[in-house]
């Protein structure tokens, strides 16, 4: 079975520091992995993806994710958060050998100007 | 390219009713999903269809029956709503193959039923 964490509800930062919204995650095989991003009243929109090759993986806006298998981690991180950035960011994952990708319950990230 | 587009974008319901949520997907994807959110629940699957003719049960299928009308349309149908379907949708769409997987996401219909 594949299942996906995201620990924190709620991640406060202030603007112009780094972010880090964390995510692990549990599958059987070799696992696809992937954050995005939902604004208020919106669908949600994809940020990034790791499939295969680099563990640091860039995507939309500026966020980065980094795939760290030893941990079954897959936390996305920006060097500097825009007040922008304020929405509700979810982790999900699907096992290689699976059709379905399962999410975490969210994280919402709330940035201060 | 419009993208996933979803009707109606909100609906009230009286429990008992029965309604169809409609999703479209001009990107030629082969993979369908129906989802619910629920605050502090993220997403739920519902139902996917993976190919043009053929569907399979989600997390949550209970209360629902869906239709891969043809490779664009992928259909929600709640014969009897209950009030614990009260509920946002979405439709989302995905190709498969190495490069690809990230879903696709309509912009969803807040469905209430009272």
């Known amino acids: ?113 | 390219n419009a993208g996933v587009t979803q009707t109606p974008k909100f609906q009230v319901l009286k429990t008992g009713q029965s309604m169809t949520l409609q999703c479209a997907q001009d990107m030629n994807h082969n993979s369908m999903y129906w989802y619910r959110q629920d605050p502090g629940m993220g997403l739920r699957l519902i139902y996917y269809s993976a190919s043009e003719g053929t569907t399979d049960k989600g997390e949550v299928p209970n209360g629902y029956n869906v239709s891969r009308l043809n490779k664009r349309e992928f259909s929600l149908r709640l014969e009897s709503a209950a009030p614990s379907q009260t509920s946002v949708y979405f439709c989302a769409s995905s190709e498969e193959g190495i490069r690809f997987y990230e879903q696709y996401f309509g912009p969803g219909t807040r469905l209430t039923v009272t």
């Open chain 1, 1 to 113: 079975a594949q299942s996906v964490a995201q620990p924190e509800d709620q991640v406060n930062v202030a603007e112009g520091n780094p972010l880090t919204v964390k995510c692990t995650y549990s599958v059987s095989g070799n696992p696809y992995l992937f954050w995005y991003v939902q604004y208020p009243n919106r669908g949600l929109q994809f940020l990034l993806k790791y499939i295969t090759g680099d563990n640091l993986v860039k995507g939309s806006y500026g966020f980065e994710a980094e795939f760290n298998k030893s941990q079954t981690s897959f936390h996305l991180k920006k060097p500097s958060a825009l007040v922008s950035d304020s929405a509700l960011y979810f982790c999900a994952v699907r096992d290689s050998s699976a059709s379905k990708i399962i999410f975490g319950s969210g994280t919402r990230l709330s940035i201060r100007p």
